[in-house]
């Protein structure tokens, strides 16, 4: 079955969908089998695209107008392509840049597996970057990832007020300025190091 989504970017009326609803007839798609939304491709909330795709059964083609109307970046787009494809459910471009992607077809597969690795390469680079970025950090004397809620210090007086029976959990909370679950990630009931007081204290 062939589903077709349409989309233009302004809802202020400057825009028609009427070309693109045209060229989805055209091309076979039903009416009553064809979605729309009025919003910018970079906006999240695309209703009408939601429902599309969850419209779309295996076996199914989604026919769009340009590629530009379905991704909101070459990220997105293939990894949208990518859970179509792995959903066997097929892709058709009528116009565009992407006129060629038609992935019922083997020439369709083949372009889309050139977007694939550019999609590919690009997050490559990203993580280099990353890496990059994290190895400078270290080599100044920082480290990358979350920060602990307890120092060094905390860790060793937790310990030790676990220890005694005494203690209050809450007044102990109450003073390092945590929750008690937050506690119990570096220290046990018996003040037992946990794998958050182990990394604390060996950092």
Known sequence: ?????????????????????????EAGVSPNKIYQDKASGKRDDRPGLDACLKSLRAGDVLVIWKLDRLGRSL???????????????????????????????????????????LAEFERELIRER??????????RGRKGGRKFALTKAQVRLAQAAMLNRDSSV??????????PVTLYRYVGPEGQLRRNGEKVLNA
């Open 1 to 25: 079955m062939l589903i077709g989504y349409i989309r233009i970017s302004k809802a202020d009326g400057s825009q028609s969908l009427d070309l693109q609803h045209d060229a989805m007839i």
């Open 75 to 117: 990220k997105h787009l293939v990894n949208t392509i990518q859970d179509l494809s792995d959903s066997d459910i097929a892709l058709r471009v009528l116009t565009g840049q992407g006129a060629q992607i038609d992935t019922t077809t083997a020439s369709g597969r083949l372009i889309f597996g050139i977007f694939a690795s």
């Open 130 to 139: 990353t890496m990059a970025g994290l190895a400078a950090a270290r080599a």
């Open 170 to 179: 809450a007044d102990l909370c109450k003073e390092l300025g945590i929750k």
